[in-house]
């Protein structure tokens, strides 16, 4: 029987090297700074960890690197270059996330969802599609495969045919993971992965992030679950009202006073002003 590695394969870079260069990325919204002047260097095969209280900026600073906002300022490059602030320039790039609330196609099957994910990576054109020549049914059939083998990579061989709607909650999340690695990205983003899964899928989530890494991809990840971080990632940034307030290894960063005291701020502050979130909404899940 062959390993879930061996049935899915990756196109991956040199462990070590720089994947993702951010420079001085700054994010304003009217006077509200969001996200200001924040520096991350990223390496093939690194898992970093992305923490900070409710409306640190964390989500909006994923938004800077993968396209969705243009930052006010800053550079972001991948693999040496520049990278367009365009979706679709950056999966193209190697680049692919998942979003803090499910995205998926609810009423389409779970392979459908991930073939979707691999539409960015096949060549055929209109016209190609409209008359379901031999280049199309090729495409669609190699496609199709690696949905499949991408379903298993993430633990769920045997759901292909299943709506999206009707997957437990951990499934779905599994799913977006599929989908996101169907367009071949050499690295992946991962917005809160684990919100609301309980205790045994939280543990599948971080066994399947290692295993994301093992194949030489690289992962950046946004979480409140601190324990899911330190056990996880190499190094961890931790944003503060939109800057790096600490950056370190897990032990550095979960024994430097400054991020205790940025939670139990949060805490002690009540409801988010920005957000109108309680404070448990921000607190650390330990
Ligand atoms: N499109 C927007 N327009 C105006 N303000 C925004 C916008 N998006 C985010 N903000 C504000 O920017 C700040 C950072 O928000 P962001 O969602 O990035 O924080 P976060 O660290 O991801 O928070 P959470 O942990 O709650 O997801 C907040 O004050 C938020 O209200």
Do not use: W
């Not at 991956?12 to 919204?29: D, I, S």
């Not at 299943?162 to 993971?177: H, I, K, M, T």
């Not at 939280?202 to 601190?226: N, S, W, Y």
């Amino acid at each position: 029987m062959t390993t879930l590695e061996e049935q899915a394969t990756f196109d991956t870079p040199e462990a070590g090297e720089v994947l993702l260069e951010a420079r001085g990325v700054t994010m304003r919204f009217g006077g509200l700074v969001a996200v200001d002047e924040v520096d991350l260097t990223v390496r093939a095969g690194e898992i970093v960890g992305l923490i900070g209280p409710n409306g640190a900026g964390k989500t909006t600073f994923f938004n800077c690197l993968t396209g969705l906002y243009k930052p006010t300022s800053g550079v972001v490059s991948f693999a040496g270059r520049p990278l367009r602030p365009r979706p679709r320039a950056v999966v193209r790039a190697g680049m692919a996330r998942t979003f803090q609330n499910i995205r998926l196609f609810q009423n389409m099957t779970a392979l459908e969802n991930v073939m979707v994910g691999r539409y960015c990576r096949t060549s055929a054109g209109p016209l190609t599609s409209i008359l379901r020549g031999p280049k199309f049914r090729r495409e669609e059939a190699e496609t199709r495969a690696r949905a499949q083998e991408l379903l298993e990579f993430v633990g769920m061989p045997d759901v292909a045919d299943s709506l999206a709607r009707n997957l437990p909650y951990g499934d779905q999340r599994r799913l977006e993971v599929a989908r996101a690695l169907a367009t071949d990205p050499q690295l992946l983003l991962l917005d809160e992965p684990t919100a609301g899964m309980n205790p045994q899928e939280t543990r599948q989530a971080e066994v399947l992030i290692q295993r994301i890494r093992e194949t030489g991809l690289a992962v950046v990840v946004i979480e409140h679950d601190m324990r899911f971080i330190f056990n996880l990632c190499d190094r961890v940034l931790c944003l503060v009202q939109g800057s790096v307030l600490v950056e370190g290894t897990p032990e550095q960063v979960q024994s430097d006073p400054r991020v205790i005291e940025a939670y139990i701020g949060t805490s002690a502050d009540g409801p988010d002003e920005q957000t109108g979130a309680g404070p448990e909404d921000g607190a650390p899940r330990a």
